[in-house]
Nanobody, 122 residues
Framework: QVQLVESGGGSVQTGGSLRLSCAASGYTSGLGWFRQAPGKEREGVAAIVGDGTTNYAASVKGRFTISKDSAKNTLYLQMNSLKPEDTAMYYC???????????????????WGQGTQVTVSS
């Protein structure tokens, strides 16, 4: 069983920055950040696997950075140049399967955090 606890959400103005954190318990082979806005499907934002390979959604590439501190077993998402369309509930997710790639599909992940709200105002 993997437990995930997110923190770091909040409200910022367009162009601002936020850093999300996700404390994980136990072994994971892949970790990812997802978001879901009201009335929309959950979408993959960024993912990372054990060898450090990362993958980003086109909408956030160049603005968001995913990283992991293995010593602390904590996942981060640094979000810069935030836009109103980034407003959503952000979720941390994990898998223990041998995924081989930093997948952005929610179907790959078995464990989910409770979510943290990010609101970007214009």
């Amino acid at each position: 069983q993997v437990q995930l606890v997110e923190s770091g959400g909040g409200s910022v103005q367009t162009g601002g920055s936020l850093r999300l954190s996700c404390a994980a318990s136990g072994y994971t082979s892949g970790l990812g950040w997802f978001r879901q806005a009201p009335g929309k499907e959950r979408e993959g934002v960024a993912a990372i696997v054990g060898d450090g390979t990362t993958n980003y959604a086109a909408s956030v590439k160049g603005r968001f950075t995913i990283s992991k501190d293995s010593a602390k077993n904590t996942l981060y998402l640094q979000m810069n140049s935030l836009k109103p369309e980034d407003t959503a509930m952000y979720y941390c997710a994990a898998t223990r399967a041998a995924v081989g790639w930093a997948h952005l599909s929610p179907d790959i992940y078995n464990y989910w955090g409770q979510g943290t709200q990010v609101t970007v105002s214009s």
